[in-house]
């Protein structure tokens, strides 16, 4: 499946997600990083969900999911164990409009959480389509062995350094050739610190 890489601002904006497992509770620690509201729709929960329900860091409706626990959110999530349930979840959150994933069939919603590998603000997302998140997560795993936290600290030794360059109205072309050069040189003296290590 050919997919849009996108990454979405989703602080301050609301998303359900349907089951209570250990799926749904990977799908809502990765929102209530982003700053989102959370929602859960389950019958039963987990106990690390039923926990952030209780510290009031989420909200927990349980039950039956129906139609209407879509009602007002930006993005829906089915992650129950059930198929039938997760293709409801979908076709009524494409028919509102909504932006939906699907745990067990990420080709039939029309989105996917990648598998994301953070170093400060430094994000580096790893999809495979939807076609095999687990090799997603294992190519994500290969990376973050190589990429350092130093690659963060390198982002925001750039970002200053953008922010300097912006105040000072320089042009967009100088500007970029002013970060690339500082980042090629951050960069080589990273590779040479790895390769003066014993």
Do not use: W
Request: glycine residues 8%; proline residues 3%; hydrophobic residues 40%.
């Amino acid at each position: 499946m050919s997919t849009l890489a996108l990454n979405i601002s989703m602080h301050g904006k609301s998303a359900v997600i349907v089951g209570g497992g250990s799926v749904a509770l990977r799908k809502v620690r990765t929102l209530l990083k982003t700053g989102a509201s959370v929602r859960v729709v389950a019958v039963n929960v987990c106990t690390e969900i039923a926990v952030l329900n209780d510290s009031g860091t989420l909200s927990v409706k349980q039950g039956e999911y129906t139609e209407s626990d879509l009602d007002n959110f930006f993005l829906v999530a089915a992650a129950t164990d059930n198929a039938l349930i997760n293709e409801q979840v979908c076709a009524d959150a494409r028919a509102r409009g909504i932006l939906v994933c699907v745990a067990d069939n990420p080709a039939a919603g029309d989105c996917a959480f990648p598998a994301v590998l953070q170093r400060g603000d430094l994000e580096i997302a790893v999809s495979t389509g939807g076609r095999c998140p687990t090799f997603a997560a294992d190519i994500r795993d290969c990376i973050g062995e190589h990429i350092g936290h130093d690659y963060g600290d390198i982002l925001d030794r750039l970002a200053e350094e953008r922010e300097k360059l912006l105040t000072n109205g320089s042009p967009s072309t100088y500007n970029t050739q002013v970060l690339r050069s500082l980042a090629t040189r951050l960069l080589a003296e990273l590779t040479e610190r790895k390769d003066s290590m014993p």
